[in-house]
């Protein structure tokens, strides 16, 4: 089993949809949880931090489940402009290691 | 605006070339990285620098050497290029390993012919 992993999609949904992601890790020891949004030929940039309790920014929801060793993005009435790769990213072990990313899912919002 | 510098922003190389990839950061982070990215393989870390004067292996680390200049600049260095190593090739701080999100530079696309 890989370390981080996503469904690379595409997921195609139109405008107002509700589309949610997952990404699965395989180290239980893991502490810090991130999604990322990358535009096409641009550097990822951080999205949000994903918290124990779980946390909202706007439209954005993060979810964790350590039982099940997954987060997971909730993105409410999508716009065109929310087309782009979302990288999961995850501190792979205890302690000040670097992050390890999924692949991405790529998600393309249709009019 | 504060962040994170790469040079150069594109490079074709032939085999067998070096050249260095150069990175920069003002936002006072101790942590740096190099990652690179390849279609359907995601980002893998390449080298790492939890503080300056540190320096570690990451996912991927043959074929390149890193030098952490000082606590703004973190360079990397292909010896000799091969055609696996045209990548995009990102360059991240973060203000200490691991638990924090990082910043990521705008990339160089390598490619080596």
């Known amino acids: 089993r890989k370390e981080v992993e996503q469904d690379p999609g595409p997921f195609n949904v139109p405008e107002g949809a509700t589309v949610a992601f997952n990404c699965t890790y395989s180290?239980?020891?893991?502490?810090?949880f991130f999604w990322y949004r990358q535009d096409c030929r641009k550097e990822p940039k951080l999205l949000m931090s994903?918290?124990?309790s779980g946390n909202e920014d706007g439209r954005f929801t993060a979810q964790l489940n350590r039982a099940s060793q997954y987060i997971s993005l909730l993105i409410r009435d999508s716009k065109l402009s929310d087309s782009a790769t979302y990288l999961c990213a995850v501190n792979s072990h205890s302690g000040n290691t670097p992050l390890v990313f999924g692949k991405g899912t790529r998600l393309s919002v249709i009019a | 605006n504060a962040g994170v510098t790469q040079t150069p922003k594109f490079q074709v190389l032939k085999t067998g070339q070096s050249m260095t990839l150069q990175c920069a950061q003002d936002m006072n982070h101790n942590s740096m990285y190099w990652y690179r990215q390849d279609p359907g393989m995601g980002l893998r870390l390449i080298y790492y620098?939890?503080?300056?004067?540190?320096?570690d292996k990451g996912e991927v680390p043959n074929g390149y050497n890193v030098s952490r200049l000082n606590k703004r600049e973190f360079s990397l260095r292909l010896e000799s290029a091969a055609p696996s190593q045209t990548s995009v090739y990102f360059c991240?701080?973060?203000?200490?390993?691991?638990?924090?999100?990082?910043?990521f530079g705008s990339g160089t696309r390598l490619t080596v012919v």
């Open positions: 994903v918290y124990s």
């Open positions: 991240a701080s973060s203000e200490v390993a691991g638990p924090y999100g990082y910043t």
């Open positions: 180290n239980s020891a893991s502490q810090s």
């Open positions: 620098s939890a503080s300056e004067g540190t320096t």
